[in-house]
């Protein structure tokens, strides 16, 4: 009787802990909202980054995430994405070695420039010289882009 009762007793602790642990696995696949960081060998991320279309100068800052094998980009302030769609229906630009641009074709907005960062002072600072900015975090967005099925532009 005495094992019945502990086992009763602890059975809604370890349901509890069980829930935790499968909701926290969750969170680490999906790179928490507001923050940046990515993975190359799981293909997520999230970054910091300003989009350019053709004709503007200054391009609209957000926030670009790449997530099982969906990517989007999300301005400033809004609450959902301006765009998103499956990385394999996506064309990028590999970057030259030094770029922390590259440049993707879009099926509905055509061809974008996007520089990611991994720090939100990105958005204060000119372009190029970003905190977080740097060719290396670049050239792992593309890869990343890539693993989804990207496909390398033609366009230079």
Known sequence: M???TWVLMLLP???VVGA???MARG???SPARGSAGY???????VWFARVRTPGTFSGGWGQLRVYDGQVSFTPDGARSPAWSMPANQLRVQRPSSMATTFHAELPQLGEVTIEPSTSKLARWRSAGSWAGS???TTQD???ILQGWGARQSSSG
């Open 2 to 4: 005495r094992a019945v």
């Open 134 to 136: 740097s060719y290396r």
């Open 27 to 29: 969170i680490r696949r």
């Open 141 to 143: 967005v593309v890869t």
């Open 13 to 15: 602790l370890i349901l």
């Open 20 to 22: 935790v642990l499968l």
């Open 39 to 45: 993975d190359v060998a799981a293909g997520t991320g």
